[in-house]
């Protein structure tokens, strides 16, 4: 059984940070990218982040590039997102997902092709 389940989620205050984690299992963890979306009350759903495992390649979107920090641990078959400097814009529920197949900027523009989903962490950041 396929499982991304995401942990690190809570209430900061702006300008505080937050880790994310990603626990993979039930697939080939060196074979996927894995990555983080986001989804804010009101708004679509975002891409955030993602890395490849076999060779680390990442990818941010700009809204994030230079506060956030992907990365991947293949021991633990875990992906972490560092989130550093948080805005109360970053407040949304945030979702674990990964694919075999799709990677890169691919992989954030196309979050209905993907193949597997968390369950979601809620990150809430106040002003």
């Known amino acids: 059984e396929v499982q991304l389940v995401e942990s690190g989620g809570g209430s900061v205050q702006a300008g505080g940070s937050l880790r994310l984690s990603c626990a993979a299992s039930?697939?080939?963890?060196?074979?996927?990218?894995i990555g983080w979306f986001r989804q804010a009350p009101g708004k679509e759903r975002e891409g955030v982040s993602c890395?490849?495992?076999?060779?680390?390649?990442?990818t941010y979107a700009d809204s994030v590039k230079g506060r956030f920090t992907i990365s991947r641990d293949r021991a633990k078959n875990t992906v972490y997102l560092q989130m550093n400097n948080l805005d109360p814009e970053d407040t949304a529920l945030y979702y674990c997902?990964?694919?075999?197949?799709?990677?890169?900027?691919?992989?954030?523009?196309?979050?209905?092709?993907?193949?597997?989903w968390g369950r979601g962490t809620l990150v809430t950041v106040s002003s």
């Open positions: 997902a990964a694919d075999l197949s799709i990677y890169g900027r691919q992989f954030l523009r196309r979050a209905g092709a993907l193949d597997y």
């Open positions: 890395v490849s495992i076999g060779d680390g390649l990442t």
């Open positions: 039930g697939f080939n963890f060196d074979d996927a990218t």
